[in-house]
């Protein structure tokens, strides 16, 4: 899991760092820089596809890469966009983007590890450290790197063996493996950080692609940034995977008229899906999903979104609350932060619904908010809210309660 993340110079942030738990909510005014948070982690994980499709595919607003930049300052414009990440096993990666601002000048990225940590893993890695020499040994010909190991030929670590072994890898490893893992860490990502990273993306679901089966508009798949290929996902999980589709059943029933639906092979007429609700008399039959309300599709789409292994470790949300009764939203984000310790999620979550708060525990260090404000230059800040105890002869205050008052920040104050 990622703990930390240091971001510089991308749109309105000048420098900001995230320290993160496993479900981070983030509140603050419109304009104040939510979004830009989701993209710049979005943007910084887009190491080797940093073109403009790619970049839309993964949900961000493409622009020029000039506004790319923090744009408050003429010079930052010719500075370069930092990202820098820290994992669960203290290991730090820093992908740098530079650009020359010029008409369709392509950016350049370049990645370093401090893989001080990673080194001591693999010499203490026992069994597993032959292996990863192998490979490593295989990289460094393939990539023409290490012309001393290159003329050892392909029989070195079938000979050195037990404490040999041992003994001649500690030796050469700060000179040889540094740079290995320096000059091909992109290709070696999944040792470091697996594929969290990687497949990071911002989802803002809308109702028209949630509702569609397909779509001629390219997406990332099992599930596009607007909910493309849900019914698809969904339909694939109740043939294939039965345990997470029951799942996402029983916590469809938070839609209280939700009573069963039924899938069929039938792909001609468009009803696969049919929808029972609970207040129908038996014998009418049910209805086409596609007439089901937009709040049912946005359940069912968080709800798989957490649930599937197809489906990243790593992600955002940029505005769950739209469209959810309040009441639904607490509720909700309750499920979801339990479906995200189960299944190994990481999420990053923007919100301007007091409810979505209630939903969160505060003595959960896993459970995070973080209130999104400008400071007197105009660049993005976060300030983390931590649990307090009300004080003597205080009752306690519901987060929804503080915010609107204005307690925890994130409200406007020109007016």
Known sequence: MIKKIEIENFKSIDK????????????????????????????????????????????????????????FQLASANRNIDFTLHDDRDNIITFTYSNSNEPYSKWKSKLSVNHENEINNILSSGDTMHNISQNILSKIKEEKLGNKLFELGDDLVPRLKG???????????????????????????????????????????ENYFLRNYSTDTPY???????????????????????????????????IDWFSKIEISDDNISGNEFKLTDAYMEEGIGGFDIRNANEGFFLLLFYIT?????????????????????????????????ELAKKHDKQVLITTQNPAILDGINLNDDEQRLMVVSRNNDGYTRVKRIEKKEPLPGEKSMKLSEQFLRGYIGGLPKNF
């Open 16 to 71: 900001l760092e995230l320290d993160l738990g496993r479900f981070n909510v983030f509140i603050g005014e419109n304009g104040c820089g939510k979004t830009n948070i989701l993209e710049a982690v979005a943007f910084g994980s887009s190491y080797g596809n940093v073109d403009d499709v790619s970049l839309g595919l993964k949900g961000i607003r493409v622009s020029d890469p000039i506004t790319f930049k923090s744009g």
């Open 163 to 205: 404490n040999e072994f041992n003994e001649w890898f500690i030796d050469e490893s700060e000179n040889l493996l540094g740079d290995v893992v320096s000059s091909i860490s992109a290709k070696y990502l999944n040792i470091i950080l697996g594929t969290s990273l990687q497949k990071f993306m911002i989802y803002a679901p």
């Open 220 to 254: 990332l798949q099992p599930l596009g940034t607007k909910g493309e290929g849900l019914l698809k996902l969904f339909k694939f999980l109740k043939k294939e995977i039965t345990v997470e589709y029951k799942e996402i059943i029983e916590h469809l029933h938070l």
């Open 305 to 337: 979104l957490f649930v599937s292994d197809y489906t990243p470790k790593f992600f955002a949300i940029d505005n769950i609350d739209t469209a959810l009764n309040p009441k639904l939203c607490t509720k909700l984000i309750e499920i979801l932060i």
